[in-house]
């Protein structure tokens, strides 16, 4: 069977990564989009894009019979679902092949067993395989708690929650299972026994049709963010410590893929302690998010071997040895500091240094980068804001973990409040370094200052300072009248030049200079030097205890936002209007919409007595649900929003009134 055009049933970072090696074996390719994607860099690499009318995921790429259609109109004979959306759905996998194209993807039978996480861990309970106990949440107890409310339909951490008081429980499964409806289609939640800590660890499995099974290498998955992995390396450093954990694993996987009778590539995911012991959690019936750290340290691509496998042919006669270390980062468009909360808008520019490769396996030590965005991309509210993939691969695990930070620290990402410094922070911590992780690494480290900007309130100053300097160099390169002169230039002393910004970390700050025959003179910041000036770049000397040293910044406009590069770490600021508009001014005590989105539900009535930080309304966006909370205690004296309502990023949702502040 050959296959000769292949349509991913799936957007963004994904697609970009089947078609990558669609190109490399001279396999045609075919996108689907949804209006919301139509300049989606997927959509363009394709040789041929479909579109899905709609925005919602429940609108397209949730619509299997859309995408079949799709790929019979435009030619394609096979389907890659990618991961999410229906990459594990049984009923689509099935109708793919009664369409009479080719399922790049395990049997439908094995999708069914492993689609119910419920029915799946009895199965494998009596294959061998250690499980944990499944709990019925109509039957938990106070006893019983913590416990997790999964998703039984999928994973990614949508529709999961921690219970830890059985007054809050009814009210988180109907949470989980909206969320679960929205990202799955399929509501069916569950509970189990909630592990505060413990280590995610997950084997790739590799099958073909001709009874080999492989279970190709570990990866540890324990740095998580809502029950979604956030680092993810290979192989585990537990694993590497614990004498025959390996074998152990490996020997489980084999059996849990036997089991099904399992075809082409999937995952078997464990929960462990530091003793090495292991339960099964759920196999993931695609290619995992994270596949790129199992072929950085294979060097398979496991994308090819998929559609090998799909074509009927069998794996290679021997199966390679791991090699080296592989750590890979998701970027996210979301803010740690402000409870996750995923941005939307442009991303004006992405660059990572040092990349050798995209979406392909590295040779040598080196950083892979996987996207689905390029600049000007924009990152819409309807689905996940993970922007890239950052992968890095060396000899080491430290080797890995240093030069993953190093090309983090100095990224240009521009346009979008992200998750870098919380990645950086993370990659160089002691703990992280000394294999130290599991799934409580950020309450046990502390989120605040894990998620602490690179940047410290000292060297902000000093990258404002550039941003005002080259933004007075912008303003005379633009001039039509006396644009050689120096900024600010008068014949005799007068008052310092002014120029306010507002950052994010340290709100507002001005900066007040002079440029006078004798040098730089900038208040608040004595004995600094003006080396050399352009309109995109400040080279600042910097006094200091043991002499002055030179700092170098990159400047970056685009409109009023400002970003700012050094190897003191970035600082975005938005530049502030002389004078301030009337209209523009926020009552304090205004609940702001940090994204756009839907309201699904409120929380509060006006005129009732709110506590600081009691959830007021709830905003569903990006496939997940963001309480929005009171700033302060007081009445709610504004409603501005209904259940079902659209709202814009910057809208005012309510304003609770502070008697205690007049």
């Not at 697609?15 to 390719?29: E, K, L, N, P």
């Not at 989980?176 to 995610?200: I, K, M, N």
């Not at 240094?353 to 080196?366: D, H």
């Not at 410290?456 to 100053?461: D, I, K, L, M, V």
Request: aromatic content about 4%; some cysteine.
């Amino acid at each position: 069977m050959e296959i000769r055009n292949v349509l991913v049933a799936n957007r963004g970072e994904i697609a970009r990564r089947v078609f990558a090696t669609c190109r490399r074996m001279g396999i045609a390719t075919t996108a689907v989009y949804s209006d919301a994607d139509a300049a989606s860099p997927h959509v363009a690499e394709a040789d041929a894009a479909v579109r899905l009318p709609g925005n919602t995921p429940g609108e397209t790429y949730l619509r299997g019979e859309l995408i079949i259609e799709a790929a019979l109109s435009a030619g394609a004979d096979a389907i890659h679902p990618g991961y999410g959306f229906l990459s594990e759905n049984a009923e689509f996998a099935e109708a793919v092949q009664a369409a009479g194209l080719v399922w790049i993807g395990p049997p439908v039978t094995a999708i069914e067993q492993m689609g119910s996480k419920v029915e799946s861990k009895k199965m494998m309970d009596a294959a061998g395989v250690p499980v944990l106990k499944q709990l019925d949440p109509a039957e938990v107890t106070a006893d019983m708690l913590p416990v997790l409310i999964k998703a039984s339909a999928g994973g990614g951490g949508r529709g999961m929650r921690v219970v830890r008081d059985l007054a809050d429980l009814n009210d988180q499964i109907e949470a989980a299972q909206r969320e679960a409806a929205s990202a799955f289609g399929d509501p069916t939640v569950f509970c189990e026994r909630y592990l505060e800590t413990g280590r995610h660890i997950e084997v790739q499995v590799m099958a073909d049709s001709h009874g080999t099974v492989w279970a190709v290498g570990e990866r540890e998955c324990s740095i998580q963010r809502r029950h979604q992995k956030v680092v993810e390396e290979a192989p585990s450093p537990l694993v590497e410590k614990i004498d025959g954990m390996r074998a152990r694993l490996f020997e489980a996987a084999r059996l849990a893929s036997e089991a099904i009778g399992y075809e082409g590539a999937g995952t078997v995911e464990f929960l462990a302690d530091e003793k090495g012991e292991f339960f099964f959690l759920e196999m993931n019936t695609r290619l995992q998010v994270e596949h790129p750290v199992t072929e950085q340290t294979t060097g398979l691509d496991l994308v090819r071997l998929q559609l090998q496998v799909a074509a009927g042919r069998p794996l290679p006669a021997r199966q390679p040895a791991m090699r080296g270390h592989s750590i890979e980062v998701r970027l996210y468009a979301e803010d740690p500091a402000q409870d996750w909360q995923p941005q939307s808008g442009a991303v004006h520019k992405l660059d990572i240094p040092g990349t050798v490769g995209e979406f392909t396996v590295l040779t040598e030590p080196g950083v892979r980068l996987d996207s689905g965005v390029v600049d000007g991309s924009l990152v819409g509210v309807h689905y996940d804001p993970m922007l890239a993939k950052v992968i890095s691969y060396a000899e080491t695990r430290d080797e890995a973990a240093y030069l993953l930070a190093s090309a983090l620290q100095r990224a240009k990402i521009h346009g979008l409040v992200t998750n870098r410094d919380l990645l950086v922070r993370v990659l160089r911590h002691p703990a992280f370094l000394a294999g130290d992780t599991d799934t409580a690494f950020f309450a046990t480290h502390g989120l605040d200052a894990l998620a602490a900007p690179l940047a410290a309130e000292s060297t902000e100053a000093l990258s404002i300072t550039a941003a005002a300097l080259a933004d007075a160099a912008a303003n005379r390169a633009a001039a039509r009248v006396g644009g050689g002169l120096p900024s600010g230039w008068r014949n005799l002393p007068s008052q310092p030049q002014s120029k306010s910004y507002e950052s994010r970390v340290t709100g507002k700050h001005e900066v007040r200079y002079r440029l006078t025959r004798s040098g730089l003179e900038v208040d608040g910041l004595p004995g600094l030097e003006l080396v050399d000036l352009t309109p995109d770049t400040v080279v600042l000397r910097v006094p200091g205890e043991r002499g002055a040293v030179l700092r170098r910044f990159e400047v970056a406009r685009y409109g009023d936002l400002v970003a700012v590069d050094s190897p003191l770490g970035p600082v975005t600021v938005r530049r502030l209007p002389r004078f301030e508009d009337p209209a523009d001014q926020v009552a304090e005590g205004s609940l702001l919409a940090p994204m756009p989105g839907a309201v699904i539900r409120l929380g509060a009535e006006v005129g009732a007595q709110v506590e600081k930080g009691q959830p007021i309304l709830w905003l569903e966006a990006m496939k997940m649900e963001h309480a929005i909370a009171a700033p302060t205690a007081g009445t709610l004296t504004e409603l501005n929003v209904a259940v079902g309502q659209q709202v814009d990023v910057g809208a005012v949702l309510a304003v609770v009134h502070n008697e205690n502040q007049e």
